[in-house]
């Protein structure tokens, strides 16, 4: 019988049955990691997908899971909507979980951020978020380099999310704006760079598909001034015809541009270094979430009393509030009374 950590599913739609179930199986099947993980099948919840049935997946029900995996050696991915997240979180804690990974974002917002804290107080329960662009290959080279500090200091941060999003956004995922669904990675991503900051503006747009409006589903933009100097600018558009996760360094002698894997399609980042002496650009294999699910059960099997609270925890939380801030600038009434809309043909 393996030694290893069971694992629970709790929702299983776009990312726990595309996302996070994918990247199980790999590592479960893995020589390097099969032994982090219980021989069990993984048990999945939800109530209105109903997954079906697998050699190595079981649906189940929440009441009936403890049954099943022992709560004490148990992973929970809870994937449920972030407007979903804290009653789920309760019902987990009551059943005795305690090693629960949030899907991002955290929270929808502050309020929301305050209860699954408080949550995780009274439970005692050791959350760590899916933040996989901080454990990025792509983003460990870019800290190196900012460390090394070839290129002088840091001065501006500019990062580009563009996809195609209008399924989704139309079936109502629970995300209830644009700021909810890339963002959350690229603000914890420039936090972590350039240290923490404030909200200075911030805005977005409408999504209209075939007449129907999707409020504040568009785009989304925020910008930041860091403590350290350095600002940000981030947009996102989820009405683009293309896919795009870029980040753009702007250094006092040098330029950094990052490509992260445009979707799970593929596991490779691009990097380009622009400088004095001329452009040069490597490829990078960045399977960005296997890594990070591999370094997050490494850390739940290890000793309790010596782990401390998931390091990235905290930046996560940040950026929960950050967006917070921003979401409530950007619901500010545009002068002269009109709606900004980004159209779907």
């Given at each position: 019988?393996?030694?290893?950590?069971?694992?629970?599913?709790?929702?299983?739609?776009?990312?726990?049955?595309?996302?996070?179930?994918?990247?199980?199986?790999?590592?479960?099947?893995?020589?390097?990691?099969?032994?982090?993980?219980?021989?069990?099948?993984?048990?999945?919840?939800?109530?209105?997908?109903?997954?079906?049935?697998?050699?190595?997946?079981?649906?189940?029900?929440?009441?009936?899971?403890?049954?099943?995996?022992?709560?004490?050696?148990?992973?929970?991915?809870?994937?449920?909507?972030?407007?979903?997240?804290?009653?789920?979180?309760?019902?987990?804690?009551?059943?005795?979980?305690?090693?629960?990974?949030?899907?991002?974002?955290?929270?929808?917002?502050?309020?929301?951020?305050?209860?699954?804290?408080?949550?995780?107080?009274?439970?005692?329960?050791?959350?760590?978020?899916?933040?996989?662009?901080?454990?990025?290959?792509l983003?460990?080279?870019?800290?190196?380099?900012?460390?090394?500090?070839?290129?002088?200091?840091?001065?501006?941060?500019?990062v580009?999310?563009?996809?195609?999003?209008?399924?989704?956004?139309?079936?109502?995922?629970?995300?209830?704006t644009?700021?909810?669904?890339?963002?959350?990675?690229?603000?914890?991503?420039?936090?972590?760079?350039?240290?923490?900051?404030?909200?200075?503006?911030?805005?977005?747009?409408?999504?209209?598909?075939?007449?129907?409006?999707?409020?504040?589903l568009?785009?989304?933009?925020?910008?930041?001034?860091?403590?350290?100097?350095?600002?940000?600018?981030?947009?996102?558009?989820?009405?683009?015809?293309?896919?795009?996760?870029?980040?753009t360094?702007?250094?006092?002698?040098?330029?950094?541009?990052?490509?992260?894997?445009?979707?799970?399609?593929?596991?490779?980042?691009?990097l380009?270094?622009?400088?004095?002496?001329?452009?040069?650009?490597?490829?990078?294999?960045?399977d960005?979430?296997?890594?990070?699910?591999?370094?997050?059960?490494?850390?739940?099997?290890?000793?309790?009393?010596?782990?401390?609270?998931?390091?990235?925890?905290?930046?996560?939380?940040?950026?929960?509030?950050?967006?917070?801030?921003?979401?409530?600038?950007?619901?500010?009434?545009?002068p002269?009374?009109?709606?900004?809309?980004?159209?779907?043909?």
């Open positions: 019988m393996s030694n290893g950590l069971g694992t629970l599913l709790v929702g299983m739609g776009r990312a726990g049955s595309g996302l996070h179930l994918p990247v199980l199986r790999r590592l479960r099947g893995a020589p390097g990691t099969a032994h982090l993980f219980a021989a069990a099948p993984v048990l999945a919840v939800d109530p209105h997908r109903g997954p079906a049935p697998a050699a190595d997946l079981r649906p189940t029900t929440l009441a009936e899971a403890p049954r099943l995996l022992d709560p004490a050696r148990t992973v929970v991915h809870l994937c449920t909507p972030p407007t979903e997240r804290a009653a789920a979180l309760e019902a987990l804690g009551r059943l005795g979980y305690r090693r629960v990974l949030l899907e991002k974002p955290v929270a929808a917002d502050s309020r929301g951020l305050d209860e699954l804290l408080a949550l995780r107080d009274r439970y005692g329960l050791d959350l760590a978020v899916v933040a996989q662009w901080l454990g990025s290959r983003t460990d080279r870019l800290r190196t380099l900012l460390a090394r500090d070839a290129y002088g200091p840091l001065r501006t941060v500019h580009v999310q563009r996809k195609p999003r209008f399924s989704r956004s139309l079936a109502g995922d629970g995300h209830p644009a700021f909810d669904v890339e963002l959350p990675h690229s603000l914890g991503l420039c936090l972590a760079l350039a240290g923490p900051g404030r909200v200075t503006g911030a805005g977005g747009t409408d999504m209209v598909v075939g007449g129907r409006v999707l409020p504040r568009g785009t989304a933009w925020l910008n930041l001034q860091h403590d350290s100097g350095v600002w940000t600018r981030i947009r996102s558009d989820l009405t683009s015809p293309v896919r795009e996760r870029r980040v360094l702007e250094l006092a002698h040098g330029t950094l541009i990052g490509h992260f894997p445009g979707s799970e399609a593929d596991a490779y980042a691009r380009t270094v622009i400088d004095r002496d001329g452009e040069s650009t490597e490829l990078l294999h960045d960005a979430l296997g890594g990070f699910l591999e370094h997050t059960y490494r850390y739940y099997a290890a000793d309790g009393d010596r782990r401390g609270p998931h390091p990235d925890l905290a930046v996560n939380a940040q950026v929960v509030r950050l967006l917070d801030r921003a979401k409530a600038i950007a619901a500010r009434p545009v002269g009374g009109a709606r900004r809309t980004a159209a779907a043909r």
